[in-house]
């Protein structure tokens, strides 16, 4: 008798194409530019979209930030983050069987470890604060994911920019936004700059019944076709 070895079939191989989950990265390479407190409003958000309850979670937190854990550590004090529908994922790949899981959502570190985090995400949102230095970082960023994720994340989709912590009173913040808004123009394709997100004492707090992201979190979920 001889033993062959079985190799999967095409259609036992997860390809972004085939995998019912979508994969959403918040990425930036920006410290500091609301990446995880972004990750948290649109996970709760599009869990209540997708009818997520306590028994049957829906999106997944994925924590890649694996310095700071930064996430982790508050949900881990503070379980009322975690809404019905959400849930923290262990580890920092993508769970490979959870069949109910509709969305996971990755929340990136910044600095070196930013577009190595972007591994198997499909779509990506960039969250960016309107000062100088987020612009800045802003272009870089943008400049690093076209070199290089052909490599990192071949499928991969820019969804859009997300101007985030944005104070309407500051002459600076309107000035950035503007800015914000021609780079976005001027993207090849163009992207879309969602609702800012105000700055506010509730998000700050985590406070999850601010409505600080509602409107991002609808654009979004309509760009994503989730
Ligand atoms: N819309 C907002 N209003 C007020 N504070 C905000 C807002 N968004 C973020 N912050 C605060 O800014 C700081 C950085 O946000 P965080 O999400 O931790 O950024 P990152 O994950 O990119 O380092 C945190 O103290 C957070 O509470
Ligand atoms: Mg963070």
Not at 47 to 70: F, M
Not at 101 to 114: C, E, H
Not at 200 to 217: K, M, N, Q, V
Request: a positive charge; zero cysteines.
């Amino acid at each position: 008798m001889t033993l062959t070895t079985r190799q999967p079939g095409r259609s036992e191989v997860a390809t972004p194409e085939t995998r019912k989950m979508k994969v959403l990265a918040i990425g930036s390479q920006k410290g500091g530019s609301a990446k995880s407190t972004t990750s948290l409003y649109l996970a709760t958000r599009f869990a209540e979209y997708l009818g997520g309850t306590e028994d049957n979670p829906v999106v997944g937190l994925l924590d890649r930030d694996s310095t700071s854990k930064n996430l982790t550590g508050m949900i881990k004090v503070r379980r009322s983050l975690l809404r019905p529908g959400v849930k923290l994922l262990e580890g920092e790949e993508l769970p490979k069987d959870d069949q109910n899981l509709r969305l996971v959502v990755i929340d990136t570190p910044p600095g070196l470890a930013a577009i190595d985090s972007l591994q198997s995400a499909d779509l990506l949102v960039v969250p960016v604060i309107p000062s100088e230095q987020g612009v800045v970082n802003l272009v870089q960023y943008l400049r690093s994911i076209k070199g290089q994720r052909v490599s990192v994340s071949p499928h991969m989709r820019l969804l859009a920019l997300l101007p985030a912590n944005v104070k309407k009173d500051s002459a600076l913040h309107r000035e950035m936004l503007s800015i914000i808004r021609d780079l976005a123009a001027g993207y090849d394709p163009p992207l879309p700059v969602l609702t800012p997100v105000p700055s506010r004492t509730r998000i700050e707090r985590w406070d999850l019944a601010s409505d600080g992201y509602d409107e991002a979190a609808k654009e979004l979920f309509n760009y994503a076709r989730l």
